[in-house]
């Protein structure tokens, strides 16, 4: 069974500032890897994928993943923080062939951008 | 083109009761998701349908139920609600974009249990 894992509950991070959120997978295959973020009282919001291809993926508002096969790993990152950025991110995996469109997320990462 | 609508987007009910959730997929759509999203257990899926048939269920007990109609819309249903069934459900809308899948989800139903 595939399972994801976000290890920090938050991130602080000052506006201006680079940022990182962690995330590492574990799944038999090769995965597919999403990453999500949700404000306040509003749904899921779909920021960038990693299917196959160059490991590093570059996504919406300013985002950007790198995949790393080695280390199971795909964090996101952006070189400067804003403060509208500060939301509630998920890192998820989906299994390309049988596991339709079924997503397994991580637990989240609120990341908090202050002035 | 319209987003996924979900009704409601707010509900209350009492412990032993049922409730029935709604989601209308983007047009065109024939796919949909459902997940239910909680403090302590986070995202967790519960089932799909695709053309009114379930394809893939998540882990949850048999009072946790869906369908899907013809036009694509889906229902969720919960019977004999525990507190514990207190969530937000979100609902995503899928489809087939270039080589992959492309999810697009609700801004969900956010239920209260008492």
């Known amino acids: 069974a595939q399972s994801v894992a976000q290890p920090e509950d938050q991130v602080n991070v000052a506006e201006g500032n680079p940022l990182t959120v962690k995330c590492t997978y574990s799944?038999?295959?090769?995965?597919?890897l999403f990453w999500y973020v949700q404000y306040p009282n509003r749904g899921l919001q779909f920021l960038l994928k990693y299917i196959t291809g160059d490991n590093l993926v570059k996504g919406s508002y300013g985002f950007e993943a790198e995949f790393n096969k080695s280390q199971t790993s795909f964090h996101l990152k952006k070189p400067s923080a804003l403060v509208s950025d500060s939301a509630l991110y998920f890192c998820?995996?989906?299994?390309?062939?049988?596991?339709?469109?079924?997503?397994?997320f991580g637990t989240g990462t609120q990341l908090k951008v202050e002035l | 083109k319209a987003g996924v609508t979900q009704t409601p987007r707010y509900l209350i009910k009492t412990r032993g009761q049922q409730v029935t959730l709604s989601c209308s997929p983007i047009?065109?759509?024939?796919?949909v998701s459902w997940y239910q999203q909680t403090p302590g257990q986070g995202l967790q899926f519960l089932f799909e349908y695709f053309s009114e048939t379930q394809r893939n269920k998540g882990n949850f007990p048999g009072r946790f139920s869906g369908r899907q109609f013809s036009n694509s819309r889906s229902e969720m249903n919960v019977s004999t609600l525990e507190l514990g069934d207190s969530a937000l459900y979100l609902c995503?809308?899928?489809?087939?974009?270039?080589?992959?899948?492309?999810?697009?989800f609700g801004p969900g139903t956010r239920l209260t249990v008492l």
């Open positions: 047009s065109g759509h024939r796919s």
């Open positions: 995503a809308s899928n489809a087939r974009t270039g080589n992959d899948n492309e999810q697009f």
């Open positions: 799944v038999s295959g090769n995965p597919y």
């Open positions: 998820a995996v989906r299994v390309p062939r049988g596991g339709g469109n079924k997503l397994t």
